[in-house]
């Protein structure tokens, strides 16, 4: 079992930057890579970035050159660093954790609020 616990969320203005947290416990040895995702009103869930064990990275094309995921191994923790901040990347957040092998489960958190409004 994994738990994952996102928070930074909140109000920011166009042009504006924020970093969210994705803190994970529980069985950490078994994740094979992280991502956050998001779920705006009447949308579909959309990927946002992921990072495998290996450090890799991969973003959605709407958050390329803005958005920057990164981690603090020792903590436990994933980050989302989130810059230049659009009305469009309004959405609820949330992290995801992979296990490893054919049969590993996916882990969801239960997501942090952004708003990007003026």
């Known amino acids: 079992q994994v738990q994952l616990v996102e928070s930074g969320g909140g109000l920011v203005q166009p042009g504006g930057s924020l970093r969210l947290s994705c803190s994970a416990s529980?069985?950490?040895?078994?994740?094979?890579?992280m991502g956050w995702y998001r779920q705006a009103p009447g949308k579909q869930r959309e990927l946002v970035a992921t990072?495998?064990?290996?450090?890799?990275?991969n973003y959605g094309d709407s958050v390329k050159g803005r958005f920057i995921m990164s981690r603090d191994i020792a903590t436990n923790t994933r980050y989302l660093q989130m810059n230049n901040l659009k009305p469009e990347d309004t959405a609820v957040y949330y992290c995801?954790?992979?296990?490893w092998g054919p049969g590993g489960m996916d882990y969801w958190g239960k997501g942090t609020l952004v708003t990007v409004s003026s």
């Open positions: 529980g069985s950490i040895s078994s994740i094979s890579a």
């Open positions: 995801k954790a992979t296990q």
């Open positions: 990072l495998n064990s290996g450090g890799s990275t």
